[in-house]
């Protein structure tokens, strides 16, 4: 029960951006958008996360349709070091308590 | 520095024998996680726990226990009884909150069992 949906795999030029697509149309209202990455057995990195707005960090854009219904991750000038498997995740809360739905991501390669 | 550790990073096993993964952390989080990951495959969750004394089923808790004695450690017993246990383990923790704002879940460095 991931509750989203992202393609397999992308590819993205070095210096590029890299805009990674997540759909979760079965979002309810007060569930937030996270996205983590994971470098090759490693644990995941939190990235960035959001409800409505769009969001921006030092590591990431990302961009929150109206609807909810999708949202686009955008590392703005990607690097080689930016290969990564990218987890579009939902955080629901219940019971008030956090549960992370992980799917199986986007693997980024970023090529020089 | 504050942050998750996970030890051993690789665990050999032969079937029929119980092991049991250690996680601690030092970042003061009351909510701990268990995940298992299979190559080319998401992260899905085991046990989880709010606070200590506490722990919950997650998706696919058959085959495991787990223990939350103290805050900072949350141990994962990996049964005979899990049918493929070989696989990447995961723990993470977070703040317990189920309010708006930053909550996210901070992840150890892992540890990969090989049960042959």
């Known amino acids: 029960d991931a509750k989203t949906t992202q393609p397999p795999s992308m590819d993205c030029a070095e210096g590029r951006a890299a805009n990674l697509p997540c759909n979760h149309s079965?979002?309810?209202?007060?569930?937030?958008v996270y996205w983590y990455r994971q470098i090759h057995s490693q644990g995941p990195q939190y990235i960035i996360h959001?409800?409505?707005n769009n969001e921006t960090n030092e590591m990431a854009s990302l961009i929150i349709t109206e609807d909810r219904k999708s949202s686009t991750l955008i590392l703005p000038h990607a690097t080689l070091r930016d290969t990564a498997v990218y987890y579009c995740?939902?955080?629901?809360?219940?019971?008030?308590?956090?549960?992370?739905?992980f799917g199986s991501g986007t693997k980024l390669n970023v090529k020089p | 520095d504050g942050g998750i550790t996970q030890s051993p990073k690789y665990l050999f096993r032969k079937e029929g024998q119980n092991v049991t993964l250690s996680c601690e952390q030092n970042?003061?989080?009351?909510?701990m996680y268990w995940y298992r990951q299979d190559p080319g495959q998401g992260l899905r969750l085991i046990y989880y726990?709010?606070?200590?004394?506490?722990?919950q089923k997650g998706d696919i808790a058959e085959g495991y226990s787990v223990s939350r004695e103290k805050k900072e450690s949350f141990p994962l017993t990996v049964t005979s009884a899990q049918k493929n246990p070989t696989a990447f383990y995961l723990c993470?923790?977070?703040?317990?909150?189920?309010?708006?704002?930053?909550?996210?879940?901070?992840f150890g460095p892992g540890t990969r069992l090989t049960v042959t």
């Open positions: 993470a923790s977070s703040i317990r909150d189920g309010g708006t704002g930053l909550r996210e879940q901070y």
């Open positions: 079965t979002i309810s209202g007060n569930e937030y």
């Open positions: 959001g409800l409505k």
């Open positions: 995740i939902v955080r629901v809360t219940e019971y008030n308590f956090n549960k992370f739905y």
């Open positions: 970042l003061n989080h009351d909510a």
């Open positions: 726990s709010q606070i200590v004394n506490d722990f």
